[in-house]
């Protein structure tokens, strides 16, 4: 039997991405980049869409279900491979649930005046509480509460660190905490949140 019901969550799993996708999440990356920071003649906005409905057009007929992509499970990439999330990777990770995370936010992430928006840091906050529960072995979860403090102005194209763990378990639920970093340790963010395992029926 198959439904909302029975679906639950699609199955994830890694990928050793192709080598071609590293190069193409970084070109994506550089043109929500440009996106956000020029201002072109009409007739270049033109051309520079043409150009990338060219890019869908060619990319639409491989269009595969949900899990099945490689972007988003390359492991080694920035990001893993997916332009949504921000450029970073992990650099260590246990079972135990301890989790860190380096890179930087770029030109596409500023809210104004060229600190990173406040949005943005809670999204990267959910990713890495994911990675989290997924290093700790646990099983598919989602994200039930997420609170975030904000000690600093987050700067772009600055290195980060954000190291992660696991606060405490109580059954289905995990109690989760995160803190950024600039290269001198000052505290940019603060987070904790509550990730809860997901029971069979729900997606």
């Not at 057009?57 to 490689?70: K, R």
């Not at 509460?145 to 904000?150: E, G, K, R, S």
């Amino acid at each position: 039997m198959t439904g909302p019901e029975t679906r639950g969550f699609p199955e994830i799993t890694p990928v050793d991405a192709p080598p071609e996708l590293e190069r193409f999440a970084a070109a994506v990356r550089r043109l929500q980049d440009l996106a956000v920071s020029t201002s072109p003649p009409g007739a270049a906005w033109t051309a520079a869409s043409e150009q990338i409905e060219r890019v869908c057009a060619a990319l639409e007929p491989h269009a595969v279900p949900d899990g099945q992509a490689p972007a988003g499970r390359a492991t080694t990439l920035p990001g893993l491979g997916h332009p949504l999330m921000p450029p970073w990777t992990f650099t260590a990770a246990d079972r135990d649930g301890n989790v860190t995370m380096e890179g930087h936010f770029t030109r596409f992430h500023v809210g104004g005046n060229m600190a990173v928006h406040g949005g943005v840091i809670p999204l990267f906050y959910d990713w890495h509480f994911g990675m989290i529960v997924s290093a700790a072995g646990r099983p598919i979860s989602r994200t039930a509460y997420l609170h975030v403090d904000y000690r600093a102005v987050t700067p772009i194209d600055a290195p980060l660190i954000s190291r992660g763990r696991i606060e405490r378990l109580d059954g289905r639920k995990a109690f989760l905490t995160a803190t950024m970093t600039d290269a001198d340790g000052t505290v940019l963010s603060e987070a904790n949140g509550l990730m809860i395992k997901l029971l069979p029926h729900q997606p």
